[in-house]
């Protein structure tokens, strides 16, 4: 990956096919679900991206021309608020529940520091409800992204599951009413902090040495065996009403995950997790790679009431997910685990001898691609060796050879770059069999 | 379409569908061709958006944390600007002739004003050499944007094709060598001016009611008849060497279109065509809709002799083009020449009658979605009535319906929404057909 101004990462073409490859995987398994594609405009209003208090640092617009005149909007710096603005504005053409994925970048003004991007893609799925919305559409969205990191060939990972009610219930009953978002902010950074860290942290804020224990344990929850073993636990435990209304609708969510038929093997109840983001009311989780760990959470999302928030008197609930694919996707290609060898989506070079037969070459490219074959021809004036070059250092697999006396017969070569394997081949038979030839 | 923010249009989610459909056409038609994807940041550097001279309204980037430090960077105004930067940058790692297609927003700081887009998409591709490039490449871009055009469902078009040598070289003949640009940028507004306005500023310029009368005569050149009979007459008049060779090149470029079967009746040449941008120094060329007049043109480009300028030691000859997709979509919308009335990518709803079989209902939406079908499981809890009327607002096109003793059976009734036809399948049998029954 390369950049032109820090922070701002771009690819060369074939990584770029791999990432469009990626966003089509995404795209194809999220319309299967039933969403449909949204985009919106990269700039909103500044009072719009403020209107959830968010700290996020955002870059505001002014005209070259007029430096003195700032403008009043700024670009987005993710796609939720984006889609809260939407939801409020066009409430009434929309339908509801209303399912929708954006995949686009968003901004950050950070300041240039390795690995801190400031334009990202999102990739977001969000089914929002009017008014009320079914809990099992947070099962459906964990399902999805389940399946779509398994399509795009990501190694093994672990969705990491929580509830935001669990985690609040239980606070209650070790800090103020105040100190519950404090705390849950606190319990996100944690795995970041050492334990002494997070200790010292909590004591400052007056838990004393045996209500930290108590949390100590409550976060190590998840060690205590089967999914099932653990809402047992948990179940057992009715805190107050607010944490078992929260256990109640995980152990819902669980269990429609599993007539989702998602096999417990890619789930964990972790009460670490919190999200950080303010609005996140019930359902929480967080995927993680098992193995490349530098990564961190590679897609995350949750529940929140109301969407919409102070844009709109409507009350939107929703539930969403977001897969970071501009960190996931380069990070794959590192690895090797996914393939970006390939320099071009030509599938098929038509290598050109004689010019004075220009006609001929170009009738036969484009009879390939009537079939769906994706086919260039070389129209540059240069001899078949520096062709065939072109074609191997563009990782085209099939080139086309044909001199005039075979373009008068209507049959040419079909070699394959990588096996150097030949075969002849009868142009007006070839027909709907060219994709097969050419795979 | 809508908009939140004047002149950053945004569509509702039926009129995306058919936004993401011709972007996909495109894409398709573009890598047919061996065009790969390509994408940049959003932002450049200053220094870079003004390399060209360029006369775009531009928006400068501000940290809303810290409105007094501008960043060094803005949004880009066009897709051009970035290629040119990105092959100056990645020459050592591109291979040429590097094909590349660019789909993406762009913006300009205009001021808000009907019609005015401050953020719309281009669709680019250019084909760019490295120190020498076919005039071959000419003749492909002006026939992928016309199959591009067809495959999108336009209207009938023409295509005016242009060569900037021959309209310099005519131009040198009636006004200085230093009045050549000023003059091709009010020839490129000729359209706009009122012929009394285009002389009297051409009087102005020192062009004597003579020469103007020549220069009349020349533009009016695409009305003495078919293509050939325009290339003959201009190949006669031989008024200089630029004059000369940019008829020749007109001339070729004329003739590959025909090899790649390009048929007469789409193209028309028009001496009147300019294109304002400075870069062009060959081809240019502009399609136009016959009967949608007020959309104006729909497509353009040309051919540049050095690509990257200012930015490189590198000599990068490129021909490229660009299609309005913002202006042009929402317009075949408009008048109804695209069909608009899909609110959704759902080909199939699994509507859900006894919420305590949810896994049955949700097991056969994942078996048709195995076939390639799109999918919605209705999982809000409401009575089929509401789940029917919900299909048809949206317009999803099948409904599948099945009580608990049909499931138990695995049979069910899908329901063609339009039509009101029913028929019973067989769950298990169905498989692949799923695509031919829904279709």
Redesign the interface.
């Known amino acids: 990956m390369?950049?032109?101004?820090s922070g701002?990462?771009?690819?060369?073409?074939n990584e770029?096919?791999v990432?469009?490859w990626a966003k089509n995987v995404a795209t194809k398994s999220f319309?299967?679900?039933?969403?449909?594609?949204?985009?919106?405009?990269?700039?909103?209003?500044?009072e719009t991206l403020l209107s959830k208090g968010n700290d996020h640092?955002?870059?505001?617009?002014?005209?070259?021309?007029d430096?003195s005149e700032?403008?009043?909007?700024?670009?987005r710096f993710d796609l939720t608020v984006p889609l809260a603005?939407?939801v409020a504005?066009?409430h009434g053409?929309?339908?509801f529940?209303f399912?929708?994925y954006h995949i686009a970048?968003v901004?950050r003004?950070e300041r240039p520091q390795y690995g801190r991007y400031r334009?990202f893609y999102q990739c977001d799925i969000d089914v929002v409800?009017d008014e009320?919305?079914?809990l099992?559409?947070d099962a459906?969205i964990i399902c999805i992204i389940i399946k779509t990191l398994k399509k795009m060939g990501v190694p093994p990972f672990h969705v990491y599951i929580n509830n935001r009610k669990i985690l609040s219930g239980f606070l209650k009953t070790i800090v103020s009413e105040q100190q519950i978002v404090g705390a849950m902010r606190l319990l996100d950074k944690s795995d970041k902090l050492s334990f002494e860290g997070l200790k010292a942290q909590f004591l400052q804020n007056g838990v004393d040495d045996a209500k930290f224990e108590r949390l100590q344990n409550f976060l190590n929850v998840d060690q205590r065996g089967s999914i099932a073993t653990i809402i047992d636990y948990l179940k057992d435990l009715r805190l107050n009403d607010e944490f078992v209304a929260g256990v109640n609708e995980l152990e819902n969510v669980l269990q429609?995950l599993?007539?989702?038929?998602i096999n417990d093997n890619y789930l964990r109840i972790s009460m670490k997790l919190a999200r950080g983001l303010d609005y996140y009311t019930g359902s929480v989780f967080e995927t993680k790679l098992d193995n490349v760990l530098d990564l961190g959470s590679i897609a995350g999302g949750g529940r929140y009431d109301n969407l919409t928030g102070l844009l709109s008197d409507h009350v939107c609930p929703g539930v969403g997910a977001s897969i970071g694919l501009s960190r996931l996707i380069p990070k794959l290609i590192e690895k090797g685990l996914l393939d970006a060898s390939k320099?071009?989506?030509?599938q098929l070079?038509v290598t050109v001898q004689q010019s004075a037969h220009?006609?001929a070459y170009?009738?036969i490219a484009?009879q390939f691609?009537k079939f769906?074959?994706?086919?260039?021809?070389y129209?540059?004036?240069k001899p078949l060796a520096a062709q065939l070059k072109?074609a191997s250092?563009?990782h085209i697999k099939y080139v086309f050879i044909a001199n005039d006396v075979e373009l008068l017969d209507e049959i040419g070569i079909l070699r394959n770059m990588e096996t150097k394997e030949q075969q002849k081949i009868h142009i007006p038979s070839v027909g709907n069999s060219i994709l097969e030839l050419i795979k």
């Open positions: 390369k950049s032109d101004i701002f990462p771009e690819f060369l073409p770029q096919i990432f469009e319309e299967s679900y039933g969403f449909c594609p949204m985009d919106t405009a990269a700039v909103e209003r500044v640092e955002i870059y505001g617009l002014y005209r070259l021309t430096p700032k403008k009043e909007f700024g670009l603005r939407y504005k066009y053409d929309l339908i529940p399912k929708r970048p901004w003004g334009q409800g009320a919305l079914s099992n559409y459906e429609i599993k007539q989702l038929d320099h071009t989506t030509t070079l220009l006609g170009l009738r484009e691609r769906g074959a994706n086919v260039e021809v129209l540059h004036d072109y250092r563009k």
